[in-house]
Structure formats: C-alpha cells, structure tokens
C-alpha cells in the first residue's frame, strides 16, 4: 500500500457520493406482501420497508484506452442493516439504473435473513457495458466505484461482492484502493477476492452448489421418484455453467439444453456438458457445439422438461411467456427471473417455483464465510466450506417448507415469510418497531 497521489485525492473529492433524500421506493413483490398480511404487519411498519436506508449515487469519470474520457452514473443502496453489516454485489452493465439497484438491495436484505446469517442487504451498479470494456478500463472503473462510495463501505458496515460482469479481479482492485484511502490492510471488506488476497474455498462454485443442495432437497420433500429428471438452464456463465456441470455428475439428472446470452443447444438423450463448454470457451458461444441442436432462449424456456434453471437475468419469464413454460420446476438462480405476475399464474398452473431468496443464497452463504475467515485471519478448507454451506441451505430450506406449510402458501411466499419474520424480530430487539 502507498499513499494516495494528489491527483487521486483530488479525483475523490470530485466524486464524492450524492446521499439521496428521498430514496426512490422498493418494489415488493407479491409474495412479500402477502407474508406481511398474513404475519400482520400493520400499514406503518409495512412502509419501513418499502425505502432503503439510504441511497448514494454518483458520477464516475472514466479514462478509456482510446483516449476519450467518459462519465457514467453509479449508484450504492443500503436496505437494511438491522440483522447484521450491508451485504450485496457490484454490476457493471449497460441497463443497470437506480429502480435496479435499488430492488436488488432489498431482495439481499431478504435472502440473508432466510439463509439466516448475520448480514443485512444492499446493491451497487455503474452504468456500462462491462462485457466490451479491457481489463485496464475495469480497474479503472473498479477503483473510481471504490473512490466514489468508499466512505459508505467497511467490514462493519457494507460489504461489496462480484455481480454481473464483475469478478475476482475486480475485486482486488476494489480491495487495494479501498486499503490506499484507509491506510491500512482490510481484507474483509470485499468478498469474493482471489484466493491469494484473502478470498475463500469454494467461492467461485458457491451459488451453483448451493442452488444444487436445494434442488435435491426439492426432490425429496416432494417425493419425486422420476430417474433422471430433464433439465434445462437458460445461462451457461459461471452459475449456470457450474449447476451444469454438477448436475451431470448426478445420475438423477439429464440436462439436456442451455444457453448463453444469444443461443442455446439441445439434445434430447442429454448434452456432453464438458464439450459444450469446452465449445463456449472457445468459440464464445454454444452455438453449433458438436452433436447439438441449436435453439433460441424462447424456445429453451418452452421445452417440455421436467426442471428449468434461470441462470441468467432478471425478468426472463413474465406473464406473456410463462404461458409457454412447460416445465414442472422452475429454479431461480438468476435474481428475479420470473415476475411477480408471471410467479401467480405458474403458480396456478401447479408448477412449482423456488424462488431466488432461497436457490440462489449460496454466494452470498459462502461470502458470508470469505468475510468471517477476514475477521478471524483464519481460513478454512474447502470440505469445512461446503459442509458448513449444505448445513446452512438445508436448514433455510426446512425453514421455509415449514412456512409454506404452516401458512398453505408457496415457497416464494414461505420464504418471504420467514425472512420477513427474521427482520421483523431484530427490528423490535431494537426499538425500531414495537
């Protein structure tokens, strides 16, 4: 670590974050509503949660190789933090916006509290296509993103992960210029990190093995003898490619399509998912890989398969398509892939959604490890990882088939209610509710 030169800290101060007064409001889904009525949430402890904490947004001026200098927005919400520190990713993409990030903050703040761990929830983004930028032009970013919103993060206080184009690099460089504005090593403050800056086993797996323990908790808790099961996964990035390739190592299971942001391919008798992927990094698609058919995502998301996977992003079934959807399992690994209208007609239809507040918390369970590790300056084995991990999702798994039972209400309403119940309960040891 080195002091800040006086060009940076000039650079800080021009980027300083806005604080928003008036926060722009969450959208609840459905399903969370609906917990509150049925936990009898009145109308003014409902409204707490319909704003996050707070809100910081900011304008980030960034160098391009070519030599133009651009400026794009980035904003960080804060939900809650009544169960623990901030907790929630960074997205570089081109659609992210405020009403995004915002949604996402307060769907963290849920997902914790179901998974039961002691964090709270909050969202970054930046405005750009991080798909298109060079590894020079995504530190840049990564660091002005660190300069704008430093002052808002800390191990104690909010805690920034990988998201959509977004990874373990990025992270290190948020790492390093988070350490040069505090002057001091703090490992924790960043999950998600190379392994060789303090990050942790089984991180980059930990969503697709995570979304794996529950499905197969699924099955039995629904009893489903069928062998194997067909499946489908809209995503082949490193959730959707990673469930792939576990699931092909399960004989319960056959996946037979995937795709990737512009194609997918099916073989009825099952895919080679080695070669598929194989084929992905090469080509950078899964278009034409050997001994496939190649498909478009609708057709994939209209297969007559047994489970579909949502890997990818949000709003991918809605209530014009679900129509097509054929499948007797939807998982959601993506966050918000289905929307709240199109969840109540599959859910009229039988087919049985788990939603993203309980299939896809292994990321944020196996962050939640990376920063205890940090805080410790002790680290685990990969095993003690995925141990620890399955203990975790089957119990929120149990958790929220209880409440769904409890409360004759599905899963996505179950989960709510439990993370709901959790929120609620530290809300009152607190005062802030009574």
Request: net charge negative; with cysteine.
């Amino acid at each position: 670590m080195t002091d800040l030169p006086i060009k940076d800290i000039l650079n800080n101060l021009l980027v300083m974050p806005k604080v928003m007064l008036t926060p722009l409001g969450v959208v609840l889904p459905t399903a969370a509503q609906t917990a509150f009525k049925l936990l009898s949430v009145n109308d003014a402890t409902g409204q707490l949660f319909l704003h996050p904490d707070h809100t910081y947004t900011a304008q980030l001026s960034i160098d391009m190789d070519d030599g133009q200098t651009i400026v794009v927005p980035a904003w960080r919400v804060q939900y809650s933090n009544a169960r623990g520190p901030y907790k929630g990713g960074i997205r570089f993409h081109s659609d992210v916006d405020l009403a995004e990030v915002t949604t996402l903050a307060g769907l963290m703040a849920f997902k914790t509290a179901v998974a039961n761990i002691p964090l709270g929830g909050s969202k970054g983004g930046v405005r750009i296509d991080g798909r298109t930028l060079s590894a020079t032009e995504r530190e840049r970013v990564a660091r002005a993103y660190i300069r704008a919103f430093g002052q808002c993060l800390g191990p104690t206080r909010d805690i920034p992960a990988p998201d959509i184009n977004t990874d373990s690099a990025t992270m290190g460089w948020m790492l390093d210029e988070y350490e040069r504005m505090v002057g001091f090593s703090s490992p924790g403050v960043i999950t998600g990190k190379p392994l060789s800056l303090f990050g942790s086993q089984g991180r980059n797996s930990a969503t697709s093995l995570g979304g794996k323990y529950v499905l197969d908790k699924l099955l039995d808790h629904l009893n489903i003898k069928k062998h194997p099961l067909t499946v489908a996964i809209q995503g082949v990035g490193n959730v959707g490619g990673g469930l792939a390739r576990l699931l092909s190592e399960d004989s319960r299971y056959r996946v037979i399509a995937i795709s990737d942001t512009h194609s997918a391919v099916y073989h009825q008798t099952g895919l080679d998912i080695l070669d598929v992927l194989q084929h992905k990094e090469k080509t950078g698609s899964v278009e034409n890989a050997e001994y496939t058919h190649n498909l478009t995502n609708s057709e994939l998301l209209a297969l007559p398969v047994d489970i579909l996977v949502l890997a990818a992003l949000e709003n991918q079934v809605t209530a014009v398509n679900q129509k097509e959807v054929q499948a007797k399992i939807v998982l959601e690994l993506a966050n918000h892939p289905v929307t709240s209208e199109a969840d109540e007609l599959l859910s009229q239809r039988d087919i049985v959604v788990v939603p993203d507040i309980l299939a896809n918390i292994g990321g944020v369970v196996v962050s939640y490890f990376e920063w205890v590790q940090n805080q410790q300056n002790f680290y685990w084995s990969e095993s003690d990882i995925q141990v620890r991990l399955r203990q975790i999702i089957y119990t929120a798994f149990a958790d929220v088939a209880q409440a769904s039972a409890t409360h004759n209400v599905d899963f996505r309403t179950g989960a709510y209610i439990v993370g709901a119940t959790r929120l609620l309960t530290a809300m009152r040891l607190r005062g802030v509710i009574h």
